[in-house]
Protein backbone atom coordinates (compact mmCIF):
# COMPACT_ATOMS: atom_id res chain seq x y z
CA UNK A 1 0.00 0.00 0.00
CA UNK A 2 2.75 2.37 0.75
CA UNK A 3 4.47 2.01 -2.66
CA UNK A 4 1.53 2.85 -4.54
CA UNK A 5 0.86 6.06 -2.17
CA UNK A 6 4.02 7.32 -2.45
CA UNK A 7 4.71 6.51 -6.33
CA UNK A 8 0.86 8.33 -6.91
CA UNK A 9 2.31 11.27 -4.98
CA UNK A 10 4.95 11.52 -7.13
CA UNK A 11 3.13 11.48 -9.89
CA UNK A 12 0.60 14.31 -8.70
CA UNK A 13 3.45 16.59 -7.40
CA UNK A 14 2.41 18.47 -10.71
CA UNK A 15 -0.18 20.48 -8.32
CA UNK A 16 2.30 20.11 -4.85
CA UNK A 17 0.10 21.77 -2.67
CA UNK A 18 -2.88 19.03 -3.25
CA UNK A 19 -0.34 16.31 -3.03
CA UNK A 20 0.68 17.76 0.27
CA UNK A 21 -2.35 17.86 1.32
CA UNK A 22 -3.41 14.10 0.36
CA UNK A 23 -0.06 13.04 2.31
CA UNK A 24 -1.31 15.14 5.09
CA UNK A 25 -5.20 13.50 5.05
CA UNK A 26 -6.62 10.25 7.14
CA UNK A 27 -7.49 7.42 5.12
CA UNK A 28 -11.05 6.16 4.95
CA UNK A 29 -12.04 4.21 7.97
CA UNK A 30 -13.70 1.48 5.28
CA UNK A 31 -10.49 -0.18 3.35
CA UNK A 32 -10.98 -1.10 -0.13
CA UNK A 33 -11.39 -5.16 -0.93
CA UNK A 34 -10.83 -7.43 -3.48
CA UNK A 35 -13.55 -8.16 -6.06
CA UNK A 36 -13.55 -11.53 -7.49
CA UNK A 37 -11.43 -10.05 -10.75
CA UNK A 38 -9.13 -9.86 -8.94
CA UNK A 39 -9.30 -5.62 -8.93
CA UNK A 40 -10.18 -3.24 -5.86
CA UNK A 41 -13.65 -2.09 -5.04
CA UNK A 42 -14.90 0.20 -2.07
CA UNK A 43 -17.78 0.73 -0.16
CA UNK A 44 -17.72 4.24 1.77
CA UNK A 45 -20.01 5.72 3.65
CA UNK A 46 -22.34 2.11 2.75
CA UNK A 47 -22.35 2.95 -0.64
CA UNK A 48 -21.15 0.51 -2.56
CA UNK A 49 -18.64 2.82 -5.31
CA UNK A 50 -17.69 0.39 -8.07
CA UNK A 51 -19.08 -2.88 -9.09
CA UNK A 52 -18.90 -5.63 -6.72
CA UNK A 53 -17.57 -8.37 -9.06
CA UNK A 54 -15.38 -6.71 -12.11
CA UNK A 55 -14.61 -2.41 -10.93
CA UNK A 56 -12.71 -2.69 -14.20
CA UNK A 57 -15.60 -3.58 -16.49
CA UNK A 58 -17.85 -1.74 -15.24
CA UNK A 59 -15.99 1.68 -15.27
CA UNK A 60 -15.32 0.40 -19.25
CA UNK A 61 -19.10 0.45 -19.66
CA UNK A 62 -19.62 3.80 -17.59
CA UNK A 63 -17.03 5.92 -20.14
CA UNK A 64 -18.26 4.23 -23.41
CA UNK A 65 -21.50 5.86 -22.10
CA UNK A 66 -19.83 9.46 -21.26
CA UNK A 67 -18.32 9.61 -25.12
CA UNK A 68 -20.86 9.37 -26.10
CA UNK A 69 -21.92 12.62 -25.01
CA UNK A 70 -18.50 14.10 -25.63
CA UNK A 71 -18.43 13.62 -29.15
CA UNK A 72 -20.83 16.02 -30.30
CA UNK A 73 -18.86 18.43 -28.33
CA UNK A 74 -15.74 18.10 -30.88
CA UNK A 75 -12.59 16.17 -30.28
CA UNK A 76 -11.00 18.03 -27.78
CA UNK A 77 -13.91 18.51 -25.36
CA UNK A 78 -13.05 18.39 -21.81
CA UNK A 79 -14.53 15.55 -20.23
CA UNK A 80 -15.14 16.99 -16.15
CA UNK A 81 -16.05 14.02 -13.80
CA UNK A 82 -17.38 13.85 -10.71
CA UNK A 83 -16.23 11.38 -8.12
CA UNK A 84 -12.68 9.99 -7.79
CA UNK A 85 -13.71 6.64 -6.02
CA UNK A 86 -10.46 4.38 -6.59
CA UNK A 87 -9.97 5.86 -10.50
CA UNK A 88 -11.72 2.63 -12.51
CA UNK A 89 -13.81 4.61 -14.40
CA UNK A 90 -11.87 7.56 -14.98
CA UNK A 91 -8.44 5.16 -16.14
CA UNK A 92 -11.40 4.17 -18.73
CA UNK A 93 -12.24 6.98 -19.54
CA UNK A 94 -8.62 8.13 -20.15
CA UNK A 95 -8.40 5.78 -22.57
CA UNK A 96 -11.71 6.11 -24.22
CA UNK A 97 -11.28 9.63 -24.89
CA UNK A 98 -8.20 11.58 -26.57
CA UNK A 99 -9.47 15.19 -25.14
CA UNK A 100 -8.37 16.18 -21.77
CA UNK A 101 -10.30 14.59 -17.96
CA UNK A 102 -10.91 16.76 -15.30
CA UNK A 103 -12.00 14.86 -12.08
CA UNK A 104 -13.55 16.97 -9.31
CA UNK A 105 -13.09 15.68 -5.93
CA UNK A 106 -13.64 17.29 -2.55
CA UNK A 107 -12.81 14.57 -0.57
CA UNK A 108 -8.98 13.96 0.34
CA UNK A 109 -9.49 11.02 2.33
CA UNK A 110 -11.00 9.31 -0.27
CA UNK A 111 -8.07 10.48 -2.66
CA UNK A 112 -5.74 9.42 -0.19
CA UNK A 113 -7.56 5.79 0.23
CA UNK A 114 -7.21 5.27 -3.60
CA UNK A 115 -3.99 6.60 -3.75
CA UNK A 116 -2.55 3.87 -1.57
CA UNK A 117 -5.03 0.77 -2.71
CA UNK A 118 -3.76 0.36 -6.67
CA UNK A 119 -1.19 2.16 -9.47
CA UNK A 120 -2.62 5.24 -10.79
CA UNK A 121 0.78 6.90 -11.98
CA UNK A 122 -0.84 6.27 -15.47
CA UNK A 123 -4.29 8.22 -14.61
CA UNK A 124 -3.07 10.95 -12.43
CA UNK A 125 -0.70 11.79 -15.89
CA UNK A 126 -3.79 11.77 -17.96
CA UNK A 127 -6.00 13.64 -15.56
CA UNK A 128 -6.27 16.97 -13.59
CA UNK A 129 -7.39 16.39 -10.44
CA UNK A 130 -9.05 19.37 -8.46
CA UNK A 131 -10.71 19.53 -5.02
CA UNK A 132 -13.55 22.18 -6.30
CA UNK A 133 -15.52 22.83 -9.18
CA UNK A 134 -13.09 25.53 -11.62
CA UNK A 135 -13.79 29.30 -11.72
CA UNK A 136 -16.03 30.45 -14.57
CA UNK A 137 -13.02 31.70 -16.42
CA UNK A 138 -11.28 28.38 -16.37
CA UNK A 139 -14.08 26.93 -18.08
CA UNK A 140 -14.25 29.69 -20.82
CA UNK A 141 -10.77 28.97 -21.25
CA UNK A 142 -11.16 25.17 -21.84
CA UNK A 143 -13.87 25.47 -24.33
CA UNK A 144 -16.73 22.88 -24.75
CA UNK A 145 -16.86 20.46 -21.86
CA UNK A 146 -19.45 17.84 -20.60
CA UNK A 147 -20.47 17.23 -17.42
CA UNK A 148 -19.72 13.56 -16.51
CA UNK A 149 -21.10 12.95 -13.28
CA UNK A 150 -20.45 9.38 -11.85
CA UNK A 151 -23.56 8.04 -10.13
CA UNK A 152 -22.11 6.46 -7.15
CA UNK A 153 -19.72 8.86 -5.60
CA UNK A 154 -22.66 11.67 -6.02
CA UNK A 155 -24.98 9.40 -4.09
CA UNK A 156 -21.66 9.66 -1.03
CA UNK A 157 -20.53 12.45 -1.75
CA UNK A 158 -22.38 15.21 -0.23
CA UNK A 159 -23.25 18.64 -0.46
CA UNK A 160 -20.04 19.43 -1.91
CA UNK A 161 -20.11 17.15 -4.94
CA UNK A 162 -23.50 18.02 -5.25
CA UNK A 163 -23.06 22.20 -5.47
CA UNK A 164 -19.57 21.16 -8.13
CA UNK A 165 -22.35 19.43 -10.19
CA UNK A 166 -25.43 22.61 -9.72
CA UNK A 167 -22.58 25.16 -10.67
CA UNK A 168 -20.43 22.78 -13.76
CA UNK A 169 -24.37 21.97 -14.78
CA UNK A 170 -25.01 25.66 -15.00
CA UNK A 171 -22.03 27.01 -16.97
CA UNK A 172 -22.59 23.89 -19.45
CA UNK A 173 -26.10 25.64 -19.72
CA UNK A 174 -24.90 28.73 -19.70
CA UNK A 175 -22.79 28.31 -22.50
CA UNK A 176 -25.27 27.66 -25.23
CA UNK A 177 -28.13 30.04 -23.70
CA UNK A 178 -28.45 33.80 -24.56
CA UNK A 179 -31.31 34.71 -21.67
CA UNK A 180 -33.42 37.80 -22.19
CA UNK A 181 -32.84 39.89 -18.59
CA UNK A 182 -34.76 42.73 -17.68
CA UNK A 183 -33.31 44.76 -14.66
CA UNK A 184 -35.65 46.86 -13.03
CA UNK A 185 -33.81 49.73 -11.14
CA UNK A 186 -34.92 51.40 -7.68
CA UNK A 187 -35.81 55.13 -8.30
CA UNK A 188 -32.93 56.37 -6.93
CA UNK A 189 -30.22 55.79 -4.15
CA UNK A 190 -26.59 54.16 -3.87
CA UNK A 191 -28.28 50.88 -5.73
CA UNK A 192 -29.19 52.93 -9.08
CA UNK A 193 -25.87 52.85 -10.35
CA UNK A 194 -25.42 49.42 -9.66
CA UNK A 195 -28.28 48.64 -12.08
CA UNK A 196 -26.02 49.73 -15.09
CA UNK A 197 -22.58 47.73 -13.75
CA UNK A 198 -25.06 44.83 -13.61
CA UNK A 199 -26.87 45.26 -17.11
CA UNK A 200 -23.18 45.73 -18.91
CA UNK A 201 -21.69 43.17 -16.97
CA UNK A 202 -24.80 41.01 -18.17
CA UNK A 203 -24.51 42.08 -21.75
CA UNK A 204 -20.75 41.40 -21.92
CA UNK A 205 -21.60 37.81 -20.56
CA UNK A 206 -23.57 37.45 -23.97
CA UNK A 207 -27.13 37.88 -22.69
CA UNK A 208 -29.49 40.27 -24.09
CA UNK A 209 -30.67 42.93 -21.59
CA UNK A 210 -33.38 45.22 -21.15
CA UNK A 211 -32.76 47.66 -17.96
CA UNK A 212 -36.22 49.88 -16.68
CA UNK A 213 -34.61 52.87 -15.57
CA UNK A 214 -36.80 54.25 -12.87
CA UNK A 215 -34.91 57.36 -11.87
CA UNK A 216 -36.85 59.56 -13.99
CA UNK A 217 -39.94 59.40 -11.48
CA UNK A 218 -37.35 60.27 -8.30
CA UNK A 219 -38.76 63.82 -8.77
CA UNK A 220 -42.36 62.62 -8.57
CA UNK A 221 -41.69 61.38 -5.32
CA UNK A 222 -39.73 63.75 -3.76
CA UNK A 223 -42.98 66.25 -4.77
CA UNK A 224 -45.72 64.03 -2.92
CA UNK A 225 -45.10 66.47 0.12
CA UNK A 226 -46.31 69.15 -2.20
CA UNK A 227 -49.83 67.97 -2.26
CA UNK A 228 -50.58 68.18 1.54
CA UNK A 229 -49.28 68.68 5.35
CA UNK A 230 -50.83 65.52 6.55
CA UNK A 231 -48.37 62.42 6.79
CA UNK A 232 -51.40 60.01 6.93
CA UNK A 233 -52.15 61.45 3.45
CA UNK A 234 -48.90 61.52 2.19
CA UNK A 235 -48.41 57.36 3.21
CA UNK A 236 -51.81 56.96 0.69
CA UNK A 237 -50.35 59.23 -2.03
CA UNK A 238 -46.93 57.39 -1.94
CA UNK A 239 -49.04 54.05 -2.28
CA UNK A 240 -51.03 55.23 -5.22
CA UNK A 241 -47.55 56.19 -6.72
CA UNK A 242 -46.04 52.66 -5.76
CA UNK A 243 -49.24 51.22 -7.66
CA UNK A 244 -48.60 53.39 -10.84
CA UNK A 245 -44.77 52.50 -10.56
CA UNK A 246 -46.23 48.66 -10.29
CA UNK A 247 -48.24 48.73 -13.12
CA UNK A 248 -45.50 49.92 -15.65
CA UNK A 249 -42.74 47.43 -14.12
CA UNK A 250 -45.55 44.92 -15.06
CA UNK A 251 -46.31 46.44 -18.67
CA UNK A 252 -42.41 46.37 -19.17
CA UNK A 253 -42.28 42.83 -18.37
CA UNK A 254 -44.92 42.34 -21.14
CA UNK A 255 -42.84 44.17 -23.44
CA UNK A 256 -39.66 42.20 -23.21
CA UNK A 257 -40.82 39.00 -22.32
CA UNK A 258 -37.76 37.94 -20.47
CA UNK A 259 -36.65 34.45 -19.45
CA UNK A 260 -35.63 36.63 -15.90
CA UNK A 261 -35.81 39.44 -14.56
CA UNK A 262 -33.52 40.74 -11.39
CA UNK A 263 -35.38 43.83 -9.69
CA UNK A 264 -32.28 46.02 -7.68
CA UNK A 265 -31.87 47.17 -4.05
CA UNK A 266 -35.21 49.78 -3.45
CA UNK A 267 -36.86 49.04 -6.80
CA UNK A 268 -40.46 49.51 -6.34
CA UNK A 269 -41.53 45.75 -6.00
CA UNK A 270 -43.67 44.00 -3.40
CA UNK A 271 -44.72 40.83 -3.15
CA UNK A 272 -47.94 41.04 -5.27
CA UNK A 273 -46.10 42.45 -8.10
CA UNK A 274 -43.50 39.56 -7.88
CA UNK A 275 -46.35 37.23 -8.01
CA UNK A 276 -47.51 38.73 -10.97
CA UNK A 277 -44.34 38.63 -12.80
CA UNK A 278 -44.05 34.80 -12.03
CA UNK A 279 -47.40 34.39 -13.67
CA UNK A 280 -45.61 35.48 -16.61
CA UNK A 281 -43.49 32.83 -16.56
CA UNK A 282 -40.19 34.90 -16.16
CA UNK A 283 -37.67 34.29 -13.04
CA UNK A 284 -37.77 36.66 -10.21
CA UNK A 285 -34.47 37.58 -8.76
CA UNK A 286 -33.45 40.47 -5.78
CA UNK A 287 -30.23 41.83 -5.27
CA UNK A 288 -30.91 43.39 -2.05
CA UNK A 289 -27.25 45.52 -1.33
CA UNK A 290 -28.83 46.53 2.17
CA UNK A 291 -28.18 46.16 5.86
CA UNK A 292 -30.15 43.17 6.92
CA UNK A 293 -30.99 45.04 10.29
CA UNK A 294 -31.37 48.65 9.18
CA UNK A 295 -33.91 47.74 5.83
CA UNK A 296 -36.08 44.90 7.14
CA UNK A 297 -38.39 45.01 3.67
CA UNK A 298 -36.59 42.03 2.74
CA UNK A 299 -38.87 39.88 4.93
CA UNK A 300 -41.72 40.33 2.50
CA UNK A 301 -39.72 40.11 -0.50
CA UNK A 302 -37.67 37.21 -0.25
CA UNK A 303 -40.39 34.31 -0.04
CA UNK A 304 -42.11 35.74 -3.16
CA UNK A 305 -38.59 35.54 -5.29
CA UNK A 306 -37.26 32.46 -7.31
CA UNK A 307 -33.52 33.92 -6.25
CA UNK A 308 -32.56 36.17 -3.15
CA UNK A 309 -29.44 37.42 -2.74
CA UNK A 310 -28.04 39.57 -0.04
CA UNK A 311 -24.36 40.79 1.01
CA UNK A 312 -24.38 39.50 4.64
CA UNK A 313 -23.63 35.81 6.11
CA UNK A 314 -23.99 34.05 9.20
CA UNK A 315 -27.70 33.49 11.25
CA UNK A 316 -29.43 35.89 8.84
CA UNK A 317 -28.74 33.94 5.66
CA UNK A 318 -29.22 30.56 7.61
CA UNK A 319 -32.62 31.95 8.11
CA UNK A 320 -33.68 32.84 4.74
CA UNK A 321 -32.40 29.61 3.78
CA UNK A 322 -34.54 28.17 5.71
CA UNK A 323 -37.58 30.87 5.12
CA UNK A 324 -36.94 30.76 1.29
CA UNK A 325 -36.04 26.37 0.62
CA UNK A 326 -32.77 26.99 0.02
CA UNK A 327 -33.25 30.47 -2.75
CA UNK A 328 -30.91 32.95 -0.78
CA UNK A 329 -27.79 33.53 -1.80
CA UNK A 330 -24.63 35.49 -0.45
CA UNK A 331 -23.17 37.27 -3.23
CA UNK A 332 -20.89 40.26 -2.47
CA UNK A 333 -20.83 43.56 -4.30
CA UNK A 334 -18.08 44.40 -7.07
CA UNK A 335 -16.45 47.19 -8.95
CA UNK A 336 -17.35 47.86 -12.70
CA UNK A 337 -13.51 48.19 -14.31
CA UNK A 338 -14.81 50.33 -17.09
CA UNK A 339 -15.92 53.25 -14.63
CA UNK A 340 -13.53 52.31 -11.69
CA UNK A 341 -9.83 52.34 -13.14
CA UNK A 342 -6.75 54.59 -12.99
CA UNK A 343 -6.94 57.54 -14.25
CA UNK A 344 -4.34 60.44 -15.59
CA UNK A 345 -5.41 63.72 -14.16
CA UNK A 346 -3.78 67.21 -15.01
CA UNK A 347 -2.17 69.11 -12.60
CA UNK A 348 -5.18 70.99 -12.46
CA UNK A 349 -7.65 68.41 -11.89
CA UNK A 350 -5.42 67.09 -8.78
CA UNK A 351 -5.22 70.46 -7.00
CA UNK A 352 -8.98 70.55 -7.87
CA UNK A 353 -10.23 66.72 -6.53
CA UNK A 354 -6.92 65.72 -4.57
CA UNK A 355 -5.99 66.10 -0.74
CA UNK A 356 -3.24 64.19 1.28
CA UNK A 357 -6.18 62.39 2.93
CA UNK A 358 -10.00 62.60 1.32
CA UNK A 359 -13.52 60.46 2.01
CA UNK A 360 -16.47 60.76 -0.56
CA UNK A 361 -20.00 59.69 1.09
CA UNK A 362 -22.59 60.84 3.64
CA UNK A 363 -22.15 62.81 6.48
CA UNK A 364 -23.03 59.57 9.57
CA UNK A 365 -22.07 60.56 12.93
CA UNK A 366 -19.41 57.84 13.59
CA UNK A 367 -17.90 59.55 10.19
CA UNK A 368 -18.35 62.89 11.71
CA UNK A 369 -16.45 62.25 14.87
CA UNK A 370 -13.82 60.25 13.64
CA UNK A 371 -12.44 62.23 11.15
CA UNK A 372 -11.77 65.29 12.96
CA UNK A 373 -8.43 64.57 14.59
CA UNK A 374 -7.45 64.30 10.74
CA UNK A 375 -8.28 68.00 9.91
CA UNK A 376 -4.89 68.75 10.21
CA UNK A 377 -3.73 66.19 7.81
CA UNK A 378 -5.27 68.15 4.86
CA UNK A 379 -8.75 66.24 5.12
CA UNK A 380 -10.83 66.80 2.27
CA UNK A 381 -14.50 65.63 2.21
CA UNK A 382 -17.11 65.25 -0.48
CA UNK A 383 -20.32 64.69 -0.53
CA UNK A 384 -23.74 64.94 1.39
CA UNK A 385 -25.52 65.11 4.69
CA UNK A 386 -22.80 66.88 6.68
CA UNK A 387 -24.62 69.90 7.64
CA UNK A 388 -24.06 70.59 11.16
CA UNK A 389 -20.90 68.59 11.70
CA UNK A 390 -18.74 71.11 13.60
CA UNK A 391 -15.80 71.63 12.84
CA UNK A 392 -15.50 68.40 10.28
CA UNK A 393 -17.53 70.93 8.01
CA UNK A 394 -15.05 72.56 7.10
CA UNK A 395 -13.49 70.49 5.46
CA UNK A 396 -17.00 69.78 2.98
CA UNK A 397 -16.42 70.58 -0.66
CA UNK A 398 -18.55 72.32 -3.09
CA UNK A 399 -21.25 72.87 -0.28
CA UNK A 400 -22.26 69.39 0.27
CA UNK A 401 -23.52 68.79 -3.16
CA UNK A 402 -24.21 65.42 -4.22
CA UNK A 403 -20.75 63.93 -5.72
CA UNK A 404 -21.89 61.32 -9.19
CA UNK A 405 -19.84 58.76 -9.81
CA UNK A 406 -16.95 59.89 -12.85
CA UNK A 407 -16.30 62.82 -10.22
CA UNK A 408 -15.82 60.11 -7.40
CA UNK A 409 -13.43 57.91 -9.24
CA UNK A 410 -11.18 61.38 -10.09
CA UNK A 411 -11.59 62.04 -6.32
CA UNK A 412 -10.20 58.48 -5.39
CA UNK A 413 -7.51 58.57 -8.13
CA UNK A 414 -6.38 61.89 -6.76
CA UNK A 415 -6.57 61.59 -3.27
CA UNK A 416 -3.03 60.01 -1.67
CA UNK A 417 -4.79 58.31 1.52
CA UNK A 418 -8.91 57.54 0.86
CA UNK A 419 -10.61 57.04 3.97
CA UNK A 420 -13.30 54.15 3.73
CA UNK A 421 -15.13 53.94 6.97
CA UNK A 422 -18.48 52.19 7.27
CA UNK A 423 -21.43 53.69 7.93
CA UNK A 424 -23.13 52.93 11.70
CA UNK A 425 -26.16 54.72 13.30
CA UNK A 426 -25.56 53.04 16.60
CA UNK A 427 -21.87 53.24 17.22
CA UNK A 428 -19.04 56.13 17.41
CA UNK A 429 -16.72 54.38 15.72
CA UNK A 430 -16.12 50.90 14.10
CA UNK A 431 -18.94 48.97 13.69
CA UNK A 432 -18.38 45.90 15.75
CA UNK A 433 -20.75 43.86 14.41
CA UNK A 434 -20.12 44.98 10.50
CA UNK A 435 -19.92 42.32 8.40
CA UNK A 436 -20.76 42.98 5.13
CA UNK A 437 -18.25 45.31 2.55
CA UNK A 438 -19.39 48.43 0.89
CA UNK A 439 -19.16 49.25 -2.88
CA UNK A 440 -16.51 51.93 -2.10
CA UNK A 441 -14.04 48.83 -1.06
CA UNK A 442 -14.56 47.28 -4.22
CA UNK A 443 -14.16 50.62 -6.47
CA UNK A 444 -11.29 52.20 -4.50
CA UNK A 445 -8.98 48.77 -5.07
CA UNK A 446 -10.34 48.94 -9.17
CA UNK A 447 -8.99 52.30 -9.27
CA UNK A 448 -5.64 51.89 -8.26
CA UNK A 449 -6.32 53.67 -5.05
CA UNK A 450 -4.44 53.31 -1.60
CA UNK A 451 -7.43 53.22 1.18
CA UNK A 452 -7.86 52.88 4.69
CA UNK A 453 -10.97 50.58 5.50
CA UNK A 454 -12.56 49.32 8.96
CA UNK A 455 -12.27 45.63 9.69
CA UNK A 456 -15.44 43.93 8.66
CA UNK A 457 -16.04 39.56 9.16
CA UNK A 458 -16.43 39.52 5.66
CA UNK A 459 -13.76 41.10 4.15
CA UNK A 460 -10.49 38.79 4.84
CA UNK A 461 -11.95 36.14 1.91
CA UNK A 462 -12.43 38.94 -0.52
CA UNK A 463 -9.01 40.65 0.04
CA UNK A 464 -5.54 40.09 1.64
CA UNK A 465 -5.12 42.35 4.79
CA UNK A 466 -2.09 44.43 4.55
CA UNK A 467 -1.01 43.18 1.62
CA UNK A 468 -4.11 44.35 -0.33
CA UNK A 469 -6.23 46.76 2.05
CA UNK A 470 -5.35 48.16 5.33
CA UNK A 471 -7.68 48.05 7.62
CA UNK A 472 -7.98 49.76 11.27
CA UNK A 473 -10.35 47.87 13.83
CA UNK A 474 -10.37 51.23 15.57
CA UNK A 475 -11.67 54.72 14.32
CA UNK A 476 -8.67 56.09 16.76
CA UNK A 477 -6.11 54.84 15.18
CA UNK A 478 -7.00 56.91 11.81
CA UNK A 479 -3.93 59.74 12.91
CA UNK A 480 -1.47 57.46 13.28
CA UNK A 481 -2.36 55.11 10.59
CA UNK A 482 -2.81 58.27 7.99
CA UNK A 483 0.70 59.66 9.30
CA UNK A 484 2.46 56.73 8.44
CA UNK A 485 1.14 55.96 5.19
CA UNK A 486 1.38 59.31 3.80
CA UNK A 487 5.22 59.07 4.30
CA UNK A 488 5.43 55.29 2.38
CA UNK A 489 4.72 56.11 -1.10
CA UNK A 490 6.22 52.99 -2.49
CA UNK A 491 4.85 50.19 0.23
CA UNK A 492 1.05 52.66 -0.94
CA UNK A 493 1.49 51.88 -4.39
CA UNK A 494 2.69 48.27 -3.63
CA UNK A 495 -0.52 48.20 -1.65
CA UNK A 496 -2.88 49.56 -4.16
CA UNK A 497 -1.43 47.51 -6.99
CA UNK A 498 -1.90 44.05 -5.55
CA UNK A 499 -6.18 45.15 -4.44
CA UNK A 500 -6.24 46.25 -8.20
CA UNK A 501 -4.84 42.46 -9.37
CA UNK A 502 -7.24 41.24 -6.81
CA UNK A 503 -10.17 42.97 -8.04
CA UNK A 504 -9.42 42.65 -12.15
CA UNK A 505 -9.24 38.45 -11.06
CA UNK A 506 -12.17 38.08 -8.58
CA UNK A 507 -14.31 41.09 -7.77
CA UNK A 508 -15.50 42.73 -11.07
CA UNK A 509 -19.97 42.80 -11.72
CA UNK A 510 -19.15 40.03 -14.75
CA UNK A 511 -17.72 38.01 -12.11
CA UNK A 512 -21.08 38.33 -10.27
CA UNK A 513 -23.29 38.50 -12.94
CA UNK A 514 -21.47 35.14 -13.69
CA UNK A 515 -22.10 33.78 -10.46
CA UNK A 516 -25.77 34.81 -10.50
CA UNK A 517 -26.47 33.28 -13.52
CA UNK A 518 -24.78 30.29 -12.62
CA UNK A 519 -27.13 30.14 -9.47
CA UNK A 520 -30.21 30.60 -11.24
CA UNK A 521 -29.26 28.16 -14.25
CA UNK A 522 -28.32 25.56 -11.36
CA UNK A 523 -31.20 25.26 -9.94
CA UNK A 524 -33.76 26.62 -12.52
CA UNK A 525 -32.46 24.94 -15.45
CA UNK A 526 -35.71 22.78 -16.77
CA UNK A 527 -37.34 26.12 -16.42
CA UNK A 528 -35.31 28.42 -18.66
CA UNK A 529 -34.65 25.24 -21.46
CA UNK A 530 -38.68 25.03 -21.72
CA UNK A 531 -38.34 28.98 -22.04
CA UNK A 532 -38.87 29.99 -25.73
CA UNK A 533 -36.11 31.28 -27.32
CA UNK A 534 -35.38 34.14 -29.91
CA UNK A 535 -33.39 33.11 -32.99
CA UNK A 536 -30.09 34.56 -33.46
CA UNK A 537 -27.74 35.63 -36.39
CA UNK A 538 -26.23 32.58 -36.65
CA UNK A 539 -29.32 30.00 -36.44
CA UNK A 540 -30.97 31.58 -39.34
CA UNK A 541 -27.55 32.11 -40.93
CA UNK A 542 -27.22 28.40 -40.66
CA UNK A 543 -31.07 27.17 -41.71
CA UNK A 544 -30.32 30.14 -44.76
CA UNK A 545 -27.06 28.96 -46.10
CA UNK A 546 -26.41 29.85 -49.89
CA UNK A 547 -29.33 32.37 -50.25
CA UNK A 548 -28.56 36.17 -49.89
CA UNK A 549 -30.05 36.68 -46.14
CA UNK A 550 -27.68 33.80 -44.69
CA UNK A 551 -24.84 35.65 -47.09
CA UNK A 552 -25.33 39.22 -44.73
CA UNK A 553 -26.33 37.73 -41.85
CA UNK A 554 -22.84 35.85 -41.93
CA UNK A 555 -21.41 39.38 -41.69
CA UNK A 556 -23.03 40.36 -38.21
CA UNK A 557 -21.92 38.44 -34.96
CA UNK A 558 -23.88 35.20 -34.50
CA UNK A 559 -25.40 35.86 -30.87
CA UNK A 560 -27.03 38.62 -32.28
CA UNK A 561 -31.08 38.35 -32.13
CA UNK A 562 -32.76 37.88 -35.25
CA UNK A 563 -34.85 40.89 -34.87
CA UNK A 564 -34.87 44.39 -36.24
CA UNK A 565 -33.72 46.23 -33.49
CA UNK A 566 -30.72 43.30 -33.13
CA UNK A 567 -30.09 43.41 -36.38
CA UNK A 568 -30.19 47.60 -36.84
CA UNK A 569 -28.39 47.88 -33.48
CA UNK A 570 -25.36 46.42 -35.29
CA UNK A 571 -25.56 48.03 -38.74
CA UNK A 572 -25.89 51.41 -36.79
CA UNK A 573 -21.90 50.40 -35.39
CA UNK A 574 -20.31 49.44 -38.39
CA UNK A 575 -19.02 52.49 -40.72
CA UNK A 576 -18.62 52.85 -44.71
CA UNK A 577 -21.80 52.30 -46.62
CA UNK A 578 -24.75 49.69 -46.91
CA UNK A 579 -25.48 46.76 -49.04
CA UNK A 580 -28.97 46.70 -50.40
CA UNK A 581 -30.32 44.13 -47.89
CA UNK A 582 -28.80 46.54 -45.32
CA UNK A 583 -30.84 49.40 -46.82
CA UNK A 584 -34.20 47.25 -46.68
CA UNK A 585 -33.31 46.32 -43.22
CA UNK A 586 -33.17 50.20 -42.13
CA UNK A 587 -36.72 51.17 -43.78
CA UNK A 588 -38.28 47.96 -42.74
CA UNK A 589 -37.19 49.24 -39.08
CA UNK A 590 -37.90 52.78 -39.76
CA UNK A 591 -41.47 51.73 -40.77
CA UNK A 592 -41.84 49.58 -38.14
CA UNK A 593 -41.09 52.04 -35.84
CA UNK A 594 -43.50 55.39 -36.79
CA UNK A 595 -46.50 53.06 -38.17
CA UNK A 596 -46.08 49.45 -36.99
CA UNK A 597 -45.09 48.95 -33.48
CA UNK A 598 -47.52 50.94 -31.89
CA UNK A 599 -50.82 49.39 -33.19
CA UNK A 600 -48.97 45.70 -32.06
CA UNK A 601 -48.31 46.66 -28.77
Do not use: K
Not at 465 to 482: K, S, Y
Request: aromatic content about 8%; hydrophobic content about 50%; some cysteine.
Amino acid sequence: MSAFLEANLRALARDAALAELVRAAAPLPEAPVLAPSGDATLTAGGVLLHNARDPRRDGVRWAQGQRARLEPLGPRATAVVLGFGLGWHVEALGAAWDGPVVVVEPDLRLVRTALAARDLTAVLARTMLLREAPAAEVLDAWGAFALCPYAPALLRGGAALQGARERLGARALLAGLRLRVLVVSPVGGGSHPITFYCARALGELGHDVVVLDLAPYAAGMDAIPRFTASAGARRVVRSAFGRFLATGILAAVEAAQPDLVLCMAQAPVDAAVLHEIGQRGALRAFWFVEDHRLFPYWRDLAPACDHFFVIQQGTFLDDLRAATGGRAHYLPLAADPSVHRPLALSADERAALGAPVGFVGAGYRNRRLAFRPLLEQGLRIWGTEWGGAGIVEAAVQRDGARIGTDDSVRIFNATTVNLNLHSSTWVDGVDPRGDFVNPRTFELAACGAFQLTDARALLPPLFAAEREIVTFADAGALPELVRDWLARPAARMTTAAAARRRVLAEHTYRHRMASLLETVCGLDAERLRARPRRATAGDVARAEAGSPLGAFLGTVPAATPFTLDGLVQRLLRREGGLSEPEQILLFLHQFDELYVREARA
